[in-house]
Nanobody, 124 residues
Framework: QVQLVESGGGLVQAGGSLRLSCAVS????????MAWFRQAPGKERECVVA????????YQADAVKGRFTISRDNAKSSMYLQMNSLKPEDTAVYYC?????????????????WGQGTQVTVSS
């Protein structure tokens, strides 16, 4: 059974940085797109950033453009999210996910493998 394990969440002050990591237990998933979603209390899960199978194409939501960067290392079966200039509105549970497609996807229904989530809290 494929597992995604997120790490790197925590509490940070506004303006600070965090780096999330997602380790995938199966190398075969290196051939598929991946993404980071987040879900704040009372809100729907939304795609924050996404990356295609090779890492050559990425997507950033407008709310995080210029602040968040997604990357992947297929040799390590890992994906990363570098978050800079964090704001209180970035507070949420962050989930990594693997798609069944190779190109960049941003909808939850395009992703079928999910991690357990990691909490990111940004204090003002």
């Amino acid at each position: 059974q494929v597992q995604l394990v997120e790490s790197g969440g925590g509490l940070v002050q506004a303006g600070g940085s965090l780096r999330l990591s997602c380790a995938v237990s199966a190398r075969s998933f290196n051939a598929y797109a991946m993404a980071w979603f987040r879900q704040a209390p009372g809100k729907e899960r939304e795609c924050v950033v996404a990356i295609n199978w090779s890492g050559s194409s990425t997507y950033q939501a407008d709310a995080v453009k210029g602040r968040f960067t997604i990357s992947r290392d297929n040799a390590k079966s890992s994906m990363y999210l570098q978050m800079n200039s964090l704001k209180p509105e970035d507070t949420a549970v962050y989930y990594c996910a693997v798609s069944s497609f190779r190109d960049v996807r941003t909808e939850t229904y395009d992703y079928h493998i999910w991690g357990q989530g990691t909490q990111v809290t940004v204090s003002s």
